[in-house]
């Protein structure tokens, strides 16, 4: 059974400072995608990764895969508060079902 | 575009009554999906439908059920309700998974 697993599972940063945010999964997969939700929304897509090394970036944040390590990483650079939110990472092995990880909560401060 | 439209917003419901939540998806898309959100068990796969079919099922019981229509439009319904029932229920529309899953503002259900 597909597992996937997010840490940490809550995250205080300061405005300015770097972070990572993993995700690993337990078995192959053929597709990794990271959302975003901000509290009483919807998930707002960030991005989808579909292969080996692939890696994408979107103003402050940055999206790696590796499929050998089963994971997955979300890197946030110079954090600002409008980047508070919860971030969850899913998978999917082409049966169009996502299994989605438990989230991280994301704080920032000034 | 038009994005996923998820009808109702908000839905306050009695113990043991049933409840439809539809879904209209991205013009174009076949896929429909359906997810449950609560702060215990996270966000988990109820099914998901394609051009009518279901395709795939999550582990819920035989309460929860869905259909999709020739216009890819989808309905979820939950009879019997219970307490436990209280959840956001999302769906996410694909045109493929390689393009990813689109997802609808979501219908916030309160079970009382």
């Known amino acids: 059974e597909l597992k996937v697993e997010q840490n940490p599972l809550f995250l205080s940063m300061q405005e300015g400072k770097n972070y990572t945010i993993y995700c690993n999964y337990s078995?192959?997969?053929?597709?990794l995608y990271w959302y975003r939700q901000d509290p009483g929304k919807s998930l707002e897509s960030l991005f989808v990764l579909l292969s080996n090394g692939a890696v994408k970036q979107e103003g402050r944040l940055m999206a790696s895969l590796d499929t050998k390590a089963r994971l997955s990483t979300l890197h946030i650079t110079a954090a600002v508060h409008d980047l508070s939110a919860t971030y969850f990472c899913?998978?999917?092995?082409?049966?169009?079902?996502?299994?989605f990880g438990t989230g991280t909560r994301l704080q920032v401060f000034p | 575009k038009a994005g996923v439209t998820q009808t109702p917003r908000y839905l306050i419901k009695t113990r043991g009554q049933q409840v439809t939540l539809s879904c209209s998806p991205i013009?174009?898309?076949?896929?429909v999906s359906w997810y449950q959100q609560t702060p215990g068990q996270g966000l988990q796969f109820l099914f998901e439908?394609?051009?009518?079919?279901?395709?795939n099922k999550g582990n819920f019981p035989g309460r929860f059920s869905g259909r999709q229509f020739s216009n890819s439009r989808s309905e979820m319904n939950v009879s019997t309700l219970e307490l436990g029932d209280s959840a956001l229920y999302l769906c996410?529309?694909?045109?493929?998974?390689?393009?990813?899953?689109?997802f609808g503002s979501g219908t916030r259900l309160t079970v009382v």
């Open positions: 439908y394609f051009s009518e079919t279901q395709r």
């Open positions: 899913a998978v999917d092995r082409d049966t169009d079902k996502l299994i």
């Open positions: 996410a529309s694909s045109l493929s998974g390689v393009d990813g899953y689109t």
């Open positions: 013009s174009g898309h076949r896929s």
């Open positions: 078995t192959t997969s053929d597709r």
